[in-house]
């Protein structure tokens, strides 16, 4: 057993005086995340030790896709909070209201796109028309084709959709199984170093705002309102860190994601990383939901009230002037 030097003894208890000495305890909460782009600031307060300085030991779940990560904030009881797109979200809200949005991290017009061989006559979104094209259902692959086809009056019979995971679109399109997919970043990162000089990028900036939202258990956030506070003061620190030191928050990413600088860095204006919870986030919730309900991707046609589904009073009483819905 190690004893206290006694010099350092007799400073607490005149400092103390008979106050019992206490010793701050931290709260492990346990996240579910895709490591992506759209994470970064998550990932760069936990590598900082952001967390920890505010009393969190965070156990951190790392997913393929925003829409793993919900299903397991859904589906495991020990998992107090997601980081997802609206497309999980939003298709589970027809049937589930035990969560909801803290705020969003990141937001993005330019992260989903179309990547296609050119082998197979795409030389432009129009060339989509009878093709095969893959998307990850209920991702933001799946939402932002159907907007893409919309823009370039394509209907949905006019292609076969073929639904694969996040982690083997580009495996099938660069076997051929399919001739283009919609995906995200890192995956176009990769595809340019898959398929070389075959692969056609197609980009339709400003048509598809993106968001990645912070989304917990409203049993969690009834029970810690202090944590959810703690993680937000991390989250709002990192996205101070990644303001100031441009380069250090590009060169940490790039480490935690296997990825070289410069290919970070050439996409790192794609993203605006920021906290928030603005009213655009309801509209699009409201958006995504018309859209599934047209679809038939849900299969109730009453539109959920999003406004059960958000909390913006932690953010409102950490940084008032980021939350702006109303």
Aim: glycine share 4%; proline share 4%; aromatic share 8%.
């Amino acid at each position: 057993m190690r004893y206290l030097n006694p010099l350092i003894l007799a400073v607490l208890m005149i400092t103390l005086g008979d106050r019992t000495p206490v010793i701050a305890e931290t709260q492990k909460i346990t996240v579910a995340s895709a490591t992506a782009l759209l994470s970064v600031p998550f990932l760069i307060a936990r590598d900082k030790g952001y967390f920890e300085d505010e009393g969190l030991t965070i156990s951190y779940h790392q997913t393929e896709s925003g829409k793993e990560a919900f299903e397991l904030l859904l589906n495991d009881p020990h998992m107090d909070i997601s980081m997802a797109t609206q497309s999980p979200v939003v298709f589970n809200s027809f049937t589930n209201d035990g969560y909801v949005i803290l705020g969003g991290i990141a937001t993005s017009y330019n992260d989903v796109k179309i990547i296609a061989r050119d082998d197979r006559g795409i030389k432009s979104l129009a060339d989509l028309k009878n093709k095969r094209i893959g998307v990850s259902k209920i991702t933001t692959s799946h939402s932002f084709l159907s907007l893409v086809l919309t823009h370039n009056i394509i209907l949905k019979s006019d292609i076969t959709l073929v639904d694969i995971a996040p982690p083997y679109l580009l495996k099938a399109l660069a076997e051929g199984r399919v001739d283009a997919v919609a995906t995200w970043e890192p995956n176009v990162i990769n595809a340019r170093e898959l398929l070389k000089d075959s692969a056609i990028i197609m980009q339709t900036p400003e048509i598809y705002r993106e968001d990645f939202y912070i989304v917990a258990r409203k049993e969690f956030v009834q029970n810690n309102p202090d944590a959810v506070m703690k993680f937000l003061k991390a989250i709002i620190r990192a996205e101070s860190y990644i303001e100031k030191h441009r380069e250090d928050a590009i060169a940490t990413a790039a480490r935690i994601m296997g990825l070289e600088e410069g290919t970070v860095s050439a996409v790192w204006d794609d993203f605006k990383y920021h906290v928030y919870f603005d009213q655009v986030i309801l509209i699009n919730l409201e958006d995504e939901a018309r859209w599934m309900i047209d679809e038939g991707i849900s299969k109730t046609l009453k539109m959920p009230n999003y406004l059960k589904f958000i909390d913006p009073a932690p953010l409102n009483e950490l940084r008032p002037e980021a939350v702006t819905v109303f």
